[in-house]
């Protein structure tokens, strides 16, 4: 069964800092790119990063470049969010994302199938 579980949020003042964690299980977890996401109230979801299954390669939303940095530990089956110099808009609750394709897939503990994979998320607020 594939799962996500992230962690990390919390209440953070303007300018400051946040590491977000999202611990995987029950996939190959090296595999797949991983995906953050953030939803604020009343807002659609929208991306916010991503990272190759090698971590060689990310991508950001223009409003996180410079600020936000995705990593992930394939040896661990983590990935991270650093954010940094945080703002007020900054604050949602935010998502940890991956899709695998279509298909049954067999590891040595069983198999996991196909989907757009979705963790409960974690909330970040940024207020003074």
């Known amino acids: 069964q594939v799962q996500l579980v992230e962690s990390g949020g919390g209440l953070v003042q303007p300018g400051g800092s946040l590491r977000l964690s999202c611990a995987a299980s029950g996939f190959t977890f090296s595999r797949y790119a991983m995906s953050w996401y953030r939803q604020a109230p009343g807002m659609e979801r929208e991306s916010v990063a991503n990272?190759?299954?090698?971590?060689?390669?990310?991508s950001y939303a223009d409003s996180m470049k410079g600020r936000f940095t995705i990593s992930r530990d394939n040896a661990k089956k983590m990935v991270y969010l650093q954010m940094n110099s945080l703002k007020p808009e900054d604050t949602a609750v935010y998502y940890c994302?991956?899709?695998?394709?279509?298909?049954?897939?067999?590891?040595?503990?069983?198999?996991?199938?196909?989907?757009?994979?979705w963790g409960d998320g974690t909330q970040v607020t940024v207020s003074s």
């Open positions: 994302n991956t899709e695998i394709p279509r298909g049954h897939y067999f590891t040595g503990d069983g198999y996991y199938t196909g989907g757009d994979y």
């Open positions: 990272i190759t299954s090698g971590g060689d390669n990310t």
